[in-house]
């Protein structure tokens, strides 16, 4: 590289010295020898960093790079900056159901979804993960709750909050699990549904939801609340007066079909405000008044069947969370609570106190913590993951105390390699056994997603065969339902074995 410079060089040296030729003078000599060193950067390519502006011949070349920087900006989205702490301001939307992200109307059946998971998973001794519990009984509370509801009795209704990240977010897996629940024990209704859409990805199988302009939001993922007080769906809602949104029973499909109340969540503030509630033909006003922040459920009970609830602002700015569909009827209630690039760590900016509130409120039978692929992209995170895992694993059970709760793993995840083949991402496997080793010590329930997935390079197999998306990280809606499907038979099945040692738990 560096004798072929010094030629370059010498060559434009000579070349500028025979076209100054005619000047003799001390001027015209320096001045030849100025524009040969000027000049030296545009014959000798090696140089070209040195040049002081571009040639006349380099101008396709500009045109070029131009016009790659433009296509690259237009295929990466510029994220919309957002203060760290404050309020976002939301667009009107619709929970519109597309091929990318609902359910099928009817569940793919059990031999079709081994068949096309395409990794070494079909087999059924391979297919089956168990939930892991090394003291078998942290799942007493749930199983107890589903034995009263398996037996119908009266207000036996088992309520699962999922928390988790994108992939709940979308009601992927949890949409599966909530079908097959309720199918196997009971419909007690759709449950919780944030106020609007914070998140583009943001969607609910079963369900009809949306909302109009004038709504903002701070989210346990940020912007943050400076009180951290986001309910029990991690997000908090403020309206201006003519805000407004709905929420409904599904209009196609077999499931989500009925409702008998529902029941709006909020914070009641000093400043609170006014809303309408329309239900049919019949209106009514509730307040969010009050003269301390407490946590609160304003209830609006409707015949059992199809219904649908609009709030809207008409008075102050009230401080809301979601509305939760029900019924009043032994059954599941399957909560899907995801956040856009959520961390397990994001729980614990959570308020203590208000999420005690809202725990008691609601009143979950389990609670599921499926985190991971947002620390997976975070360098060195695993050396401490387990201590921070641990921290909010705590939180959760000092909030719910009468809750089990199971931490299930995150999904496989894949990236390329020089060879140009995939293969699994070596952290996930550090988080899993962090997890496991967690989940071991904090005396709770563990389920393996990663194994039931198939285990080293699943994910590389799963988007050969279309069940997980181009991103080497989320599944496809068919994949997630094949994940779901898993989880719900292993749930299903260590009830099984629970309630055989335990005949007299629904009594």
Known sequence: MGRRVGVDARRAAFYMSNVFSPFSDKTSKALSVMLALLAVPYVAPGLARFRVTRAPWDRAVAVAETEAAAAAAAAVPTPTPQPAQGEASLKASKNEATVTNALPDAPLPAKAADARSGTTAPSKSKV?????????????????SLAKTRAKKSGAVTRILHYGDSVITSDYISGTLRRKLQTEFGDAGHGFILIANPWEWYFHNDVAHGSAEGWNSSRMTGPNAKDGMYGVGSVSFTGTTGASA???????????????????????????????????????????????????????????????????????????????????????????LGANGARAESLASMNSAHFREQMALRKPALIVLQYGTNESEAPGIAQN???????????????????????????????????????????????????????????????????????????????KAGLG?????????????IIGDHFAKALTAGFELWRATHPDAAK
């Open 246 to 336: 709905f929420f409904g029973t599904a209009e196609r499909g077999s499931y989500g079909k009925k409702v008998s109340r529902f029941d709006v969540y909020y914070l009641e503030t000093v400043a609170g405000g006014e809303l309408e509630v329309k239900i049919g033909m019949t209106t009514s006003r509730f307040s969010t008044k009050g003269e301390d922040k407490v946590s609160r459920v304003q209830s609006f009970p409707v015949p059992d069947g199809e219904a649908k609830l609009t709030l809207r602002v008409v008075a102050g700015t009230p401080r809301l969370f979601g509305v939760a569909l029900e019924r009043d009827e032994p059954g599941v209630i399957y909560d899907a």
């Open 469 to 481: 998306g181009s991103d080497l990280t989320h599944p496809s809606t068919q994949g997630a339902e």
């Open 128 to 144: 089956f993960i168990a939930i892991e519990d090394e003291t078998t009984h942290a799942l007493d509370a749930f199983y107890t």
């Open 385 to 463: 993951y387990e201590a921070t895992l641990g921290s909010v694993v705590g939180m959760v059970k000092a909030a719910a105390p009468f809750a089990s709760i199971l931490i299930a793993a995150p999904l496989d995840r894949a990236e390329a390699v020089e060879s140009g083949t995939l293969r699994t991402k070596p952290v996930i496997k550090k988080l899993i056994a962090a997890q496991k080793s967690v989940a071991k010590a904090s005396g709770i329930a563990f389920w393996n997603t990663f194994e039931a997935m198939g285990g080293e390079g699943s994910m590389a197999k799963w988007v």
